[in-house]
């Protein structure tokens, strides 16, 4: 199956949470806080939104920061993704 996002959504697979701290303790399950960076899996095509003009600002592939409590969890085939709307990514990672 496949997720393909309309308007202005975005599908994100959440990059996995560290299982240890910079200076090496070992994190248990619950003490985890889920990483707000992801990697966009699918865009949607913009256009009219709300009877606003949108330009999608992000592709397939780039890694991107969104806001904490921003969209919808979605399980689809053993795998977990996020559905957002553009304007709730505030950042793309860049290398």
């Given at each position: ?76 085939d053993d795998e977990e993704f996020i559905i957002v709307k553009q304007g709730d990514i505030v950042a793309i990672v860049e290398d």
């Amino acid at each position: 199956m496949k997720l393909v996002p309309l308007g202005d959504k975005v599908v994100l697979s959440q990059l996995v949470a560290e299982e240890t701290t910079k200076s090496g303790i070992v994190l248990p399950g619950q003490a985890k806080e889920k990483p707000q960076q992801a990697e966009v899996v699918a865009v949607g095509p913009g256009g009219m939104v709300d009877g606003k003009e949108v330009t999608m600002q992000v592709k397939v592939g780039d890694r991107v920061i969104y806001s904490k409590y921003a969209g919808t969890e979605v399980k689809l085939d053993d795998e977990e993704f996020i559905i957002v709307k553009q304007g709730d990514i505030v950042a793309i990672v860049e290398d």
